[in-house]
């Protein structure tokens, strides 16, 4: 591999996963119900959970484990990537919301090849949270799709 290929797709590829995932709550959620789902919002920031519409689908990546790497060592060749999700859903909705913004997002999840660790259910006094980890090993040259 040559010096061009760094590291950078890492983070290119987190990109891609967080867009995909958005894409396809924008299909099968947004525009299938909007009524239910106009508010639906996918995030990456945690930050931004406290101002959320909900129900929300908060990704955050793990750190990514370098795997495969050559004698040269200057390029990352392959990773083990873990990405958690968590959908948030106030109280006054359903836990039955939840779960179908979860079988959504495990639905693109298994999409792109990833394994599962399925739903973990949470509930406080003001809100449902399911919590999902998804786990893959992906080349540099690897496709999502």
């Not at 792109?112 to 406080?124: I, N, P």
Request: hydrophobic share 40%.
């Amino acid at each position: 591999m040559s010096q061009t290929n760094s590291s950078t797709w890492v983070y290119d590829i987190q990109d891609s996963i967080a867009s995909r995932i958005d894409a396809i709550c924008d299909v099968k959620l947004r525009k299938k119900t909007p009524s239910k789902y106009s508010d639906l919002t996918v995030t990456r920031n945690s930050h931004d959970l406290a101002t959320a519409k909900f129900p929300c689908v908060y990704i955050h990546f793990l750190a990514p484990v370098e795997i495969g790497k050559d004698l040269v060592g200057q390029d990352v060749n392959a990773i083990y990537l873990t990405v958690q999700i968590s959908v948030i859903v106030p109280i006054a909705k359903k836990m039955e919301t939840a779960r179908e913004v979860t079988n959504v997002v495990t639905g693109a999840m298994k999409e792109m090849s990833f394994g599962a660790t399925l739903a973990e259910f949470a509930d406080t006094d003001s809100e449902y949270r399911t919590i999902s980890r998804f786990t893959r090993t992906i080349g540099h040259d690897d496709s999502l799709y």
